[in-house]
């Protein structure tokens, strides 16, 4: 049997603390400051306001003590709690309870200011619990998960009995409890069958108020019991709700009384005003505490510290996805379109923000009543899954509906349709291509693989062959005018055979426009007009002169480069770099893509 010693919990929160208060201060200059309203001279409440004041010092939390020994009326507490709603000051606000009979708690709680509710009984902070994005937690819940946590106890998936409905614990317990994947069951003291329930539960936590309420015959063996009542008996002693001498024999671990939940409660009431005091000091500590990592300012032990394994943290977001997102339709536009051999088919939603991976097994494809094609405009239902192997998270798609064509084929199609209108594709325009080409243009970036790869091609099977290589962007917005002018000049050649027009890499893009398709983009060949021009004839200075390599952020070659074994670049006397004008040469044996020439690499 392990006993759960709180003290040792409380002792590692209470550095913590001290360590976040000195942060604090050294980034804000402030130090939180907690005010305590006491009122009447309940002994229990004394101690506790003492014991308070006394974790406060030691972790540098300045107190205020707002002490009414005689009572005081509902007009004057509510007054009071005003008043330091108003200083700025003071960062904490714990009203001690059990009021005195006469004073309503329910009104002078709500009376607090939400920031500066530190003991989480705002009807606000209680809300904001139930809703699942805590702000301030009530401390005695928390302690409970903080000794759980401490103890490497799994919550997750384990079976939670709560014997108690009180708002102080039992009740934020069940939320906090639920928060963490557990299944809660709430009892109290007029539950019928009170002990088959508690039987049940992997961890059991009993605040029920009566000494030796839960006896080891209502506990399974093998269960976590935590104890948060504390009752003083007729012998002076103090007890807890669960009877210690029976059930610790037949349990995991359980914690005493007193040393167990009694004092990580005041520590988590210092964390508390700490948070609350950094969220009031810190502009950029303002957001809720559970609005992510670590906001910039902000020291870190100001935060809940909950380590995780990676393997446990993706199992996290696995459930907080799956629970949150159990089934959903997903407009978005079909890319990367893939189907392997196995029939199943991958690919990728996406609209202009973002993109999602998914995937549709072989057997719902089935019931796929249209061919699946990229540019496609789609509804997809589905599940979300994660695939933690690789830390990704795919759409498991179920039902794929057609909801027409993507905004960028859309755009294709609409330009394809302007094109034919002007005769651009009548095949009576069209030139048939050249057998045995002898001289070829080429237009493409210098530095992509398709260059490479069209310049290894003709090294190995065409040994006596011209290369005229223009350089241009072929992605970005500066793509289109230059391609238009390279196809321009290089058809003013008399003895240009065939001008290809090329790009490749990982992405294709559409020029002035990004997509995010996974294929490369494939050449165009076209065979050129004749021009009565004589290929001796100057060309003037293409305005594409010496680009910028936009992916490469460096000078590219001069505007015209002619290939040699495709390795080297000759130019004619006439030709200098940026001259506008190609020079002539021949391609024999493959081999390098690598330039020498003051032109640049290719």
């Known amino acids: 049997m392990l006993t759960l010693d709180g003290k040792a919990v409380a002792a590692k929160v209470l550095a913590d603390v001290k360590t976040g208060v000195a942060e604090l201060a050294e980034s804000t200059g402030g130090r939180p400051t907690l005010a305590v309203i006491l009122v009447g001279e309940d002994p229990a409440s004394q101690v506790y306001v003492r014991n308070k004041k006394r974790s406060a010092e030691e972790v540098g939390i300045a107190s205020r003590d707002y002490l009414y020994p005689r009572g005081c009326t509902q007009a004057e507490l509510l007054a009071t709690i005003a008043a330091i709603n108003a200083d700025a000051s003071i960062h904490g606000i714990l009203l001690q309870l059990p009021l005195p009979k006469g004073l309503d708690e329910d009104e002078a709680l709500t009376a607090i200011a939400p920031a500066k509710d530190v003991d989480g009984l705002h009807p606000m902070s209680l809300g904001n619990l139930l ?149 009031q000091l810190s502009p950029a500590a303002s957001a809720p505490d559970d609005a992510g990592p670590r906001s910039r300012g902000q020291p870190l032990a100001m935060r809940e510290r909950t380590v995780y394994t990676v393997s446990g943290l993706t199992l996290g977001i696995k459930s907080a996805l799956e629970e949150e997102f159990p089934a959903v339709w997903v407009e978005g536009e079909v890319s990367n379109l893939r189907t392997p051999s196995s029939g199943h088919a991958y690919f990728t939603l996406k609209d202009d923000a973002a993109q999602l991976r998914c995937v549709l097994f072989r057997g719902r494809g089935r019931r796929v009543r249209f061919e699946v094609e990229d540019g496609m405009q789609v509804l997809a239902f589905g599940g979300l899954d994660v695939y933690a192997n690789r830390g990704e998270y795919q759409l498991v798609v179920e039902l794929l509906e057609p909801k027409g064509l993507g905004g960028l084929q859309i755009a294709f199609e609409q330009l394809k349709r302007k094109l034919e209108a002007e005769g651009l594709f009548d095949p009576g325009k069209k030139r048939p291509l050249p057998l045995f080409p002898r001289v070829i ?74 997509t995010t398709s996974g294929s490369p983009a494939p050449s165009r060949a076209a065979a050129c007009p004749s021009s009565p021009r004589s290929a001796t004839r100057p060309i003037s200075p293409s305005p594409t002169s010496s680009p910028t390599c936009a992916h490469r952020r460096r000078r590219a070659p001069p505007s015209w480069w002619s290939a040699r074994s495709c390795t080297s670049f000759a130019r004619s006397a006439s030709s200098t770099p940026g001259s506008g004008r190609p020079c002539a040469a021949r391609s024999s044996a493959a081999g390098s893509a690598r330039s020498t020439s003051p032109g640049g690499a290719c």
């Open 441 to 514: 243009g080429i237009v493409t970036s210098p530095t992509g693989a398709a260059l490479r790869d069209i310049l290894n091609i003709i090294g190995r099977r065409f040994a006596d062959l011209r290369v005229l290589i223009a350089p241009v962007r072929v992605q970005g917005e500066e793509a289109p005018r230059e391609i238009v002018a390279a196809i321009s000049d290089l058809c003013e050649i008399a003895d240009l055979d065939v001008v290809i027009v090329a790009r490749g890499g990982a992405r294709s893009r559409t020029c002035g426009r990004s």
């Open 131 to 279: 809703a699942g994005k805590p702000t301030a937690v009530p401390c005695t819940p928390a302690g409970c998960l903080e000794i759980l946590d401490h103890y490497g106890i799994a919550i997750e998936g384990a079976e939670a009995v709560v014997v108690g409905r009180s708002r102080l614990v039992g009740k934020p317990l069940a939320q906090l409890l639920l928060g963490r994947h557990a299944t809660v069951t709430m009892c109290h003291t007029r539950t019928r069958d009170l002990a088959g329930h508690c039987r049940r539960a992997d961890i059991l936590c009993v605040a029920a108020g009566r000494p030796r309420f839960v006896t080891g015959d209502m506990v399974k063996d093998g269960a976590v019991v935590i104890d948060v009542g504390v009752n003083r008996l007729e012998t002076g002693k103090l007890a807890g709700d669960v009877d210690w001498a029976s059930v610790s024999p037949k349990v995991r671990a359980i914690t005493p009384v007193p040393g167990g939940v009694g004092p990580t409660t005041i520590a988590m009431l210092m964390r508390n005003t700490l948070l609350a005091a950094g969220r």
